[in-house]
């Protein structure tokens, strides 16, 4: 029995011609400049994990410049992810104290190079340059529907990424340097994996978006990328704005890497880095600060990324930005769950608090109202408004002086929110809430409606063909004007002009 079903399989198979379309299967040993890596085949694509390209920044090279990796012989296993780089509980459930994480990761379709070789998407993870790591973000949809080579990027973060001393090169950038080995290598090794070397877009969310416009303020990143996708991390950002990334002048970082270099005990050691070298990372994460901020007045990054966006001074490329709609809800809400009652009586003090210049209270107040006891989602509204919706407008207007932009505002109201614990109130299209749409985050899928599967497939093709020609239009998606703001919501997708519910005007007066 069982030969005659392998014979009747055997003449089905020889009968039944192959798909004229069929493509051999590209292979899952790919060999790189520093020598072979093995990475793991799935349904229509290829991951490649845990791909070394600086050398561990540990022990003598804890904070300085990123160096080559050391080359290999053999066959590097690349089938499962490198630790995530050092930093608190958070999205890396436990936290980490590992340093030794400059890794990146490469998902690509699983057919051979085409005649033309893919485009190239290097992804920055978000996370106040403290947490995060590449491995939360399986691109596996987009590499597959967009036909694109996606790279993912742990860099250095928090104190040992930012640390700022007198003296010492490379002082508040190393996370950013780290970006730039990243590029360099990809330039160096991408076209193994079947990507374009000199058809790289730098992409990235929150603190990775900023990183994006550092980048593009850079001179050392100079070539390394042609195209921009910065996702609710505008390059206007100051550290006054409270929840957005944002670049501290060097003298502002380095009183902060005075104030670490007390709170760890080495102050008055008397070779103060070397004691710094010799803390745990664990300590150095205990006394580091909640966020991190690039300095700026270095080498890496000589001019502040909103002043050099003010000038004219980034580097001229097609970019694609945005932010979300109710950005700011997410941390409204931590604040509401954390005990502040925001009532009519209230909301003036809490706008006072939150605002750079308190005298600008009354205005605020009257243009957000609060009429209950729940005013929440109005504080939402505020810091979304005036951290992320209007920034974000105003860098596309400073951008599109010079460079094609294009702008979109993500506003499902119903997308899957980023908290797991219930909140209290909905928090709509708030941070974070577009990175489901593109990517299968921590690698499982989040519960979407099929309008919404609609949805991310669009938005997936807009990311990728803006990749591929620095246009999103084509194959059939709703049109993307370059003037106006492309409003993205299932079944409904389009150009809007949405300042006016933002009230920019009152916020464009904060600037």
Same mark, same amino acid.
Not at 312 to 323: D, F, K, S, T
């Given at each position: 029995m069982r030969l005659a079903v392998l014979a009747l399989t055997c003449a089905l198979a020889a009968s039944t011609p192959l798909p004229a379309a069929a493509a051999p299967a590209a292979p899952t040993v790919v060999r790189t400049q520093d020598g072979a890596v093995r990475g793991a085949a799935h349904d229509g694509y290829r991951t490649f994990e845990a791909i070394p390209y600086a050398a561990p920044p540990v022990r003598a090279l804890r904070w300085t410049a990123p160096r080559p990796p050391s080359p290999w012989t053999g066959i590097r296993d690349a089938r499962r992810p490198a630790p995530a780089c050092a930093q608190p509980d958070g999205?890396?459930?436990?936290?980490?104290?590992?340093?030794?994480?400059?890794?990146? $990761?490469?998902?690509?379709?699983?057919?051979?190079?085409?005649?033309? @070789?893919?485009?190239?998407?290097?992804?920055?993870?978000?996370?106040?340059?403290?947490?995060?790591?590449? @491995?939360? #973000?399986?691109?596996? *949809?987009?590499?597959?529907?967009?036909?694109?080579?996606?790279?993912?990027? +742990? !860099?250095?973060?928090?104190?040992?990424?930012?640390?700022? *001393?007198?003296?010492?090169?490379?002082?508040?950038?190393?996370?950013?340097?780290?970006?730039?080995?990243?590029?360099? !290598?990809? &330039?160096?090794?991408?076209?193994?994996f079947g990507g +374009?070397?000199?058809?790289?877009?730098? =992409?990235?969310?929150?603190?990775?978006? #900023?990183?994006?416009? =550092?980048?593009?303020?850079?001179?050392?990143?100079?070539?390394?990328?042609?195209?921009?996708?910065? /996702?609710?991390?505008?390059?206007? $950002? *100051?550290?006054?704005?409270?929840?957005?990334?944002?670049? !501290? @002048? &060097?003298?502002?970082?380095?009183?902060?890497?005075?104030?670490?270099?007390? +709170?760890?005990?080495?102050?008055?050691? =008397?070779?103060?880095?070397?004691?710094?070298?010799?803390?745990?990372?664990?300590e150095l994460l205990a006394h580091q600060g909640i966020d991190q901020h690039p300095a700026y007045g270095t080498p890496l990054l000589p001019r502040?990324?909103? =002043?050099?966006?003010?000038?004219?001074?980034?580097? *001229?490329?097609?970019?694609?930005?945005?932010?979300?709609?109710?950005? $700011?809800?997410?941390?409204?809400?931590?604040?509401?769950r954390a005990g502040t009652t925001i009532t009519p009586a209230t909301w003036p003090d809490v706008v006072s608090g939150f605002l750079p210049d308190p005298a600008r209270t009354p205005r605020v107040v009257h243009t957000y109202p609060v009429t209950a006891d729940d005013g929440g989602p109005v504080l939402g509204a505020v810091i979304g408004d005036s951290d992320y919706a209007c920034?974000?407008?105003?860098?596309?207007?400073?951008?599109?002086? &010079?460079?094609?932009?294009?702008?979109? /505002?993500?506003a499902d109201p119903h997308a899957p929110r980023p908290t797991t614990t219930e909140p209290p109130f909905p928090l709509g299209a708030t941070h974070t809430t577009e990175l489901p749409y593109l990517f299968d985050l921590g690698g499982r899928p989040r519960a979407l409606t099929v309008a919404q599967r609609r949805l991310a497939d669009t938005m997936i093709g807009y990311w990728t063909r803006f990749a591929?020609?620095?246009? @999103?239009?084509?194959?059939?998606?709703?049109?993307w004007p370059r003037t106006g703001v492309q409003t993205l919501l299932p079944d409904d997708i389009g150009p809007t002009r949405p300042e006016r519910s933002h009230h920019c005007r009152l916020w464009t007066d904060h600037q």
């Open positions: 999205e890396v459930r436990g936290g980490s104290t590992t340093e030794d994480c400059l890794y990146l $990761g490469v998902t690509a379709p699983d057919t051979a190079t085409p005649a033309r @070789p893919r485009p190239v998407i290097v992804w920055l993870h978000g996370g106040g340059f403290t947490t995060g790591t590449g @491995p939360s #973000y399986d691109a596996h *949809r987009m590499a597959v529907r967009g036909d694109v080579v996606v790279v993912t990027v +742990d !860099y250095r973060l928090g104190a040992l990424g930012f640390l700022a *001393r007198p003296g010492l090169a490379g002082s508040g950038t190393f996370g950013l340097a780290d970006q730039q080995a990243a590029l360099r !290598y990809v &330039r160096d090794n991408i076209a193994a +374009d070397p000199r058809d790289v877009t730098l =992409a990235g969310q929150s603190a990775g978006a #900023y990183s994006v416009c =550092a980048q593009l303020a850079s001179p050392s990143a100079a070539g390394l990328f042609q195209r921009a996708v910065i /996702e609710s991390g505008p390059c206007s $950002g *100051r550290p006054e704005r409270f929840f957005a990334p944002s670049a !501290y @002048p &060097r003298a502002t970082a380095e009183a902060a890497g005075a104030e670490l270099t007390a +709170d760890v005990g080495c102050a008055e050691a =008397a070779r103060p880095l070397a004691c710094l070298r010799e803390v745990p990372p664990e502040d990324p909103a =002043a050099a966006l003010a000038a004219g001074a980034l580097r *001229r490329m097609p970019v694609l930005l945005g932010a979300n709609h109710d950005e $700011g809800t997410v941390w409204a809400a931590g604040i509401v920034p974000t407008a105003s860098t596309a207007r400073s951008l599109a002086r &010079r460079m094609p932009v294009w702008r979109y /505002e993500f591929r020609s620095g246009d @999103p239009n084509g194959d059939g998606a709703p049109h």
